[in-house]
T-cell receptor, first 113, second 114 residues
């Protein structure tokens, strides 16, 4: 079955650590996105990529980094510069132009301990 | 600026009743709209979509209405069931968003009482 997979489901980060969230899709989508979701709030765009080896900052990119070395993969690194990283992170993918909207992964919940 | 928003943050209905969730948008260039359902701790799931050349679209127990005159979108759920309890949010697509194609509303939490 085609889909988008995020791992891990739960992640704990110590102060000063960098952590990487995985996102893999086998939908042959060119575009991929990372969103942050805080309780009671909507989705906020962190980074997006329309093509391999290229990506763009979203509304809240500070403290995050991404790479897009393969079409199928778009990992997100939460760096120590992100002072409030506790949140639910969602990865999504689409064909360019989002003619049929976005397909979302199941999310990763990151907690600072 | 352009935004997608919702009229009510929470909605509580009795099992078996119909539910109506509303969404306002402000970008007249938006041409495609989606309703997503998000259960606790899970990713959003596609429910139904509608394009701007339509004003109504029906699915199984769900109907989406689009009023472009007042830039309003609604989701109607017939015979609401406990499994419908979730956060519902709308999304709009406008190619004028410069390749960041879709914008999302904050969501309405639907609670179904048995």
């Amino acid at each position: 079955d085609g889909g988008i997979t995020q791992s891990p489901k739960y992640l704990f980060r110590k102060e000063g650590q960098n952590v990487t969230l995985s996102c893999e899709q086998n939908l042959n989508h060119d575009a991929m996105y990372w969103y942050r979701q805080d309780p009671g709030q909507g989705l906020r765009l962190i980074y997006y990529s329309q093509i391999v080896n290229d990506f763009q900052k979203g509304d809240i990119a500070e403290g995050y980094s991404v790479s897009r070395e393969k079409k199928e993969s778009f990992p997100l690194t939460v760096t120590s510069a992100q002072k409030n990283p506790t949140a639910f992170y969602l990865c999504a993918s689409s064909i360019v132009g989002a003619t049929y909207g976005y397909t979302f992964g199941s999310g990763t919940r990151l907690t600072v301990v | 600026g352009e935004s997608v928003g919702l009229h009510l943050p929470t909605l509580s209905v009795q099992e078996g009743d119909n539910s109506i969730i509303n969404c306002a948008y402000s970008n007249s260039a938006s041409d495609y709209f989606i309703w997503y359902k998000q259960e606790s701790g899970k990713g959003p799931q596609f429910i139904i979509d509608i394009r701007s050349n339509m004003d109504k679209r029906q699915g199984q127990r769900v109907t989406v209405l689009l009023n472009k005159t007042v830039k309003h979108l609604s989701l109607q759920i017939a015979a609401t069931q406990p499994g419908d309890s979730a956060v519902y949010f709308c999304a709009e697509r406008a190619l004028a968003y410069n390749n960041n194609d879709m914008r999302f509303g904050a969501g309405t939490r639907l609670t179904v009482k048995p």
